[in-house]
């Protein structure tokens, strides 16, 4: 048993009191606390009349983020006082349901690496018959055209820029498995290679080139195919990317709801997985990570909107037409405040990307690094709400999730990719495993990492609470054991006790801590399932420093043999 | 995972334990549950708030979200406000998509000093051959019809005929002792008739011999303003003897210059020197009784600190000489003014014989767009430019300097906008125009 201080308030309890405010107001005259409503699982798939088609103007949209939206955040008093609001859509044990936006995949523990190379995807399009053009797109930064296979199936194909083979089409598809057993909706993309004379132009197919949609020729095929190289024997390959179930209809925004969907209740900047969502980007270096690369689709019946993330050719090495290089990710393509650095200080403003140095492990693989990958700093091309009002907690959420990709999960994704030789397949998987560790190593950083927690009474005549938890820290062996100590407060309004005390933690498996306790009472009255009578803080220590936010539980007297119960968490 | 089948069934389980008692027994003989009804499921659910409660925080934070309104506005409506929303599906206008297969082509720009933006067709369906027109606020006006011949190397051959209505650009008069509020304007003519040629030559890899020749015949003559804000020069009797107020004066130009470019670029960032000296030669013909020569020199220079920061200089020097009879017209008067080494005075300010103009500019990047087709950079200036009947008359004391500040877009096919403002001594100006001043 470590030190115990009765009575004595920590140093910082004015940090615990953030993570202890949202549970409750911790009243000392109130003698039970209720605990947060929870969110309920696909409550957002109850039927509903089909939402509006949401029209894309890309310009003003990126313009309201960039400059708009920077100005809001740049300049929030919230965000100054470090008060910014948690997510809203979590449980009591600070986790998310499965919906509409997110499923429980990989970190349910029971993905094997083959589960997470088949992701999405079921047969893939029919290359051995005739593949029918029904549309193109000559504009924008890929262009590819709509393909209708044998068996009736709708893929959109698009190519790697010329000079760059399996660049965008590899980061695309490895993405895609990635993000799918993370838990996000994704599209079932594929790597194909076909023959171009299986190619036959539907007549009613339309293209639009300039902005102009005229009927699709020959020569509008030629004209796509020539902006990317040829395999032998006139075959091509492709980033097929199978059209989603139900009926299209527009991107979804990273914040505010949409209006006409009475089952988007929760404002997406709010929404966990969402603020995660980060996290998730971040490792795979998912750069676009925007409004335009999603897409909701009204699933009828039973008629509700399903949320996916679409296009990944923008991830890891690829810009989808070149390479990343070092500014992605590290700094907006529009940013506010660096530009405004930069102009009040003559150009002598600078920020750590303009000093590192474009190089690439493998032409295929483009700029992708994990030396110089900040996981607390990283940001998209583009700012959204949902990333900019990220906490700890989301972030360390969104870390838990990447953890549990295995090394050889990772290579069964990258495999996926049709990289053409073992070497970079094997550079990108070290690399991906390099991000992964860095950002375990940040967010457990960020939050005192305890999961999975019990407590129980033990003893009668000199009776102490028993708390015993995994920490991710040394699970993860971020750090040892001998580097770690934890403090801990208890707080219980119901019986008056009010203790804190600190301990070493222990080689094992499981943490634990214990916490002398007397004068407990065995009245159970006015006690409901929907209250809690104490709150227990721990918070980590790691060589002797403090180094993220303590996790609050929520304890209710139980009274019987273990007294107590944990009954919610909140990192 | 739940595929749609199981959120199905999870609907229905949710249902069950939610919908009222009379709302189920209303579903059991209608099927699967209709939107009607999850909405009165929906208002039954117990779950957090969609969005954060009112606090303290926002209390305090309401004054100065108040205060930032107009900021955010300004943000949240900038793209509306520059220009820069486009409609999604843009209809094309059939007239234009017909004049554009046929070979016509249209754009914006400027065709003369004073002359303002101008709107230009031109038809280049016959190329080499091309005819086009253009047309400014300012009633400037200039047509060309010709031909056009582009090769490799940089190397180029024009002939063509030109008629050039410069429609009310100002005259200060002469020297350097001139009020900026006693300016007359005047119209100026002019048809041409030319050859001209020029080429690149690489010296090694890092130097190229850049040479051009023009051999024009032209015809000039001035008449009577366009501006109605200021006299026209036939009324200013400080002006209205200047030779080539009142003659039709024509000319047999033969010229030429010899450049060494020795500039390269990294990115979207010009590097390096690049070094010009010209010489022309103007033979009157017919009555006119006038001969000059005119020599120009050149120094550009973009001394970079790291690919996002520059020092960039110019220096300038025009002379011209009188070889016989009347000598130079007012209107081939050296200048200094504006982008030509005073960004602080109008266009054309100064006139004399012989000009020299010394400009600097530090530049830093803002900002570069994602595939670094384009960039923002902001500089600060000086530049100092004076004029005197001869070259080494130009003296120090006498410069007009200029100081300031802006930004510039350059896009991958060279300067494309350039706002700055400039102060000296009489006042200041705020300038938007295409392409950088060097």
Redesign the interface.
């Known amino acids: 048993m470590g030190n115990v201080r009765r009575g004595h308030r920590h140093p910082g309890r004015l940090v615990l009191a953030v993570g202890a405010v949202i549970l409750t107001a911790c009243g000392s005259t109130k003698t039970t606390s209720p605990l947060?409503?929870?969110?309920?699982?696909?409550?957002d798939?109850?039927?509903?009349?089909r939402p509006g088609n949401r029209?894309?103007?890309?310009?003003?949209r990126l313009?309201?983020v960039s400059?708009?939206?920077?100005?809001?955040y740049g300049?929030?008093?919230?965000r100054w006082?470090g008060?910014d609001?948690e997510a809203?859509?979590?449980t009591r044990f600070d986790d998310v349901l499965?919906s509409?936006w997110y499923?429980h995949?990989i970190d349910l523990g029971n993905m094997t690496p083959e589960d997470v190379a088949r992701g999405p995807t079921t047969v893939g399009p029919d290359t051995a018959r005739e593949l029918r053009v029904i549309g193109g797109k000559a504009a924008g930064?890929s262009p590819g055209f709509t393909i209708q296979d044998a068996r009736g199936d709708r893929y959109l194909f698009k190519f790697d820029p010329r000079g760059n083979q399996h660049l965008a089409s590899a980061a695309g598809v490895i993405a895609n498995r990635l993000f799918y057993a993370a838990g996000y909706h994704t599209p079932e993309d594929y790597i194909v290679v076909f023959d171009s004379a299986r190619l036959v132009l539907d007549p009613s197919a339309e293209i639009t080139v300039s902005?102009?949609?005229r009927t699709m020729t020959e020569e509008d095929i030629k004209d796509i195919l020539f902006l990317t190289d040829t395999l032998s024997g006139g075959r091509y390959l492709a980033l097929a990317s199978k059209f989603v179930?139900g009926e299209p209809i527009g991107p979804f925004y990273f914040s505010g709801?949409r209006g006409d969907d009475?089952?988007d209740?929760?404002?997406h900047e709010?929404r966990r997985e969402l603020r995660g969502l980060y996290v998730v980007s971040s490792w795979l270096n998912h750069v676009d990570m925007r409004y335009a690369n999603t897409l909701d689709a009204f699933?009828d019946?039973?008629?509700?909107v399903r949320h996916y993330l679409i296009d990944f050719a923008a991830s890891l090495g690829s810009?989808t037409?070149?390479s990343h290089n070092p500014?992605?990710g590290s700094e907006y393509?529009?940013?506010l405040w660096p530009?405004l650095g930069?102009?009040m200080t003559?150009?002598?403003y600078k920020r750590g990307w303009?000093d590192v140095e474009f190089s690439q492990y493998h032409s295929s693989i483009g700029w992708f690094q994990s030396e110089s990958f900040d996981p607390g700093t990283w940001n998209a091309?583009w700012p959204n709400k949902a990333f900019n009002l990220k906490t700890p907690a989301d972030g360390y959420w969104g870390a838990k999730i990447i953890a549990k990709f295995s090394d050889d999960h990772i290579r069964a994704a990258v495999r996926t990719g049709g990289l053409p030789s073992a070497e970079p397949e094997e550079i990108l998987t070290t690399l991906l495993i390099g991000r992964r560790d860095k950002i375990i190593a940040y967010w457990y950083g960020e939050v005192t990492p305890l999961e999975r927690p019990v407590v129980r009474v033990v003893g009668s005549d000199a009776p102490f609470l028993e708390l015993t938890f995994d920490d991710l820290g040394l699970d993860a062996g971020v750090w040892t054991p001998g580097q770690t100590r934890y403090s801990w407060e208890l707080q219980d309004t119901y019986q008056g006790i009010e203790l804190s005390g600190d301990s070493d933690a222990i080689n094992g498996a499981r943490q634990t801590l214990r916490v002398g306790l007397d004068g407990l009472r065995e009245d159970l009255a006015g006690v409901t399932y929907s209250e809690y009578t104490a709150t227990m803080t721990v918070e980590a220590w790691r060589n002797g420093e403090r180094v993220g936010r303590p996790a609050v539980l929520a304890l209710r007297w139980e009274g019987g043999a273990n007294g107590y119960s944990v009954v919610a968490l909140r990192h | 995972m739940i595929g749609t089948p199981g959120i199905w069934v999870a609907a229905i389980v949710l249902a069950s334990f939610l919908v009222p008692i009379s709302s189920a027994q209303a579903q059991q003989n209608d099927g699967p549950i209709k939107p009607a009804v999850a909405d009165s499921i929906r208002d039954t659910l117990q779950r957090p708030p969609a969005k954060p409660p009112f606090d303290a925080v926002d209390a305090v934070a309401l004054p100065f979200k108040i205060i930032i309104l107009p900021l955010r506005l300004l943000g949240l409506g900038f793209a509306e406000l520059a220009g820069f929303v486009v409609k999604p599906d843009p209809k094309p206008i059939p007239i234009v998509e017909t004049l554009k297969a046929a070979g016509v082509r249209g754009g914006f720009g400027t065709i003369g000093p004073r002359s303002g933006v101008s709107v230009r067709l031109g038809y280049e369906g016959l190329r080499p051959f091309f005819v086009e027109g253009a047309f400014s606020i300012r009633l400037s006006q200039r047509y060309r019809a010709g031909f056009l011949w582009q090769g490799s190397n940089g190397r180029t051959l024009e002939a063509a005929a030109t008629f050039w209505r410069n429609a009310q650009p100002y005259f200060y008069g002469i020297g350097l002792d001139t009020r900026e509020d006693e300016r007359v304007n005047f119209l100026w003519d002019q048809w041409t008739i030319s050859l001209t040629g020029s080429a690149r030559r690489p010296v090694d890899r890092a130097a190229t011999l850049v040479v051009s020749g023009k051999l024009a015949w032209e015809d000039n003559s001035i008449g009577r303003g366009k501006s109605k804000k200021v006299p026209t020069i036939q009324d200013d009797p400080r002006s209205s003897q200047l030779y080539g107020v009142n003659e039709r004066v024509k000319y047999v130009r033969v010229g030429g210059s010899v450049g060494l470019d020795l500039t390269y670029t990294r990115g979207l960032q010009p590097r390096g020197l690049y070094i010009e000296a010209g010489y022309e030669y103007f033979g009157g013909i017919d009555e006119t009784d006038s001969d000059f020569g005119r020599a120009s020199a050149n120094l550009f220079g973009y001394m970079p600190l790291n690919p996002r920061q520059q020092l960039a200089f110019r220096l300038t020097m025009e002379s011209n000489t009188s070889l016989g009879g009347e000598g130079v017209p007012f209107y081939y008067l050296a200048t200094v003014g504006s982008e030509q080494g005073g960004r602080a005075y109008h266009q054309l300010r100064f006139r004399d014989q012989a000009m020299a103009a010394f400009m600097l500019e530090w530049r830093w990047e803002i900002w570069r767009e994602l595939h670094e087709r384009s960039r923002v950079e902001a500089f600060v200036f000086y530049d100092s430019g004076s004029i005197a009947p001869r070259v080494f008359e130009i003296q120090l004391k006498g410069m007009r300097r200029s100081i300031g500040f802006g930004w510039s877009l350059s896009t991958l096919q060279g300067g494309a906008l350039v706002n700055y403002i400039a102060f000296g001594n009489e006042g200041f100006r705020l300038r938007v125009s295409f392409g950088t001043a060097f």
């Open positions: 947060p409503l929870e969110p309920i699982a696909y409550a798939t109850l039927p509903s009349a029209e894309i103007n890309e310009v003003k313009l309201t400059v708009g939206g920077e100005l809001g300049l929030s008093l919230r006082v008060k609001h809203l859509n979590i499965n509409a499923e995949r930064i902005g102009v949609e179930p709801v009475p089952n209740y929760y404002h709010y699933i019946p039973p008629g509700f810009g037409i070149r500014r992605e393509n529009f940013a530009s930069r102009i003559l150009g002598f303009e091309n």
